[in-house]
Nanobody, 127 residues
Framework: QVRLVESGGGSVQAGGSLRLSCAAS????????MAWFRQVPGKGREAVAS????????YYADSVKGRFTIDRNDAATTVYLQMNNLEPEDTAMYYC????????????????????WGQGTQVTVSS
């Protein structure tokens, strides 16, 4: 079993920055990819960014390219999402996810590809 705990959410004004963290524990050999998703009420969960825990190319949603950066610590037990130049449209509950998948799948991540989820952290951006 894998446990994921997110932190770092909060309220900021447009143009501001936040850094989310996701601490992973448990049997991490079950996973090779971690990702951030977000969800607003009434809509489905969308992928924001993903990364192989062993390093390599990352995936970013078009809406966050150039503003968000996903990264991990050397032990691959913590994944970060640095969010700069935040916009009101970034307001959502952000979830950390982990799973095992091919490179092709990692570059087009969806909810069904991930077996483990955190409880979420709220990000609110005001105009």
């Amino acid at each position: 079993q894998v446990r994921l705990v997110e932190s770092g959410g909060g309220s900021v004004q447009a143009g501001g920055s936040l850094r989310l963290s996701c601490a992973a524990s448990g049997y991490l050999d079950n996973t090779n990819c971690m990702a951030w998703f977000r969800q607003v009420p009434g809509k489905g969960r969308e992928a924001v960014a993903s990364i192989y825990t062993g390093g390599g190319p990352q995936y970013y949603a078009d809406s966050v390219k150039g503003r968000f950066t996903i990264d991990r610590n050397d032990a691959a037990t913590t994944v970060y999402l640095q969010m700069n130049n935040l916009e009101p449209e970034d307001t959502a509950m952000y979830y950390c996810a982990a799973g095992r998948m091919s490179f092709a799948t990692m570059t087009r991540p969806s909810v069904a590809d991930f077996d483990y989820w955190g409880q979420g952290t709220q990000v609110t951006v005001s105009s």
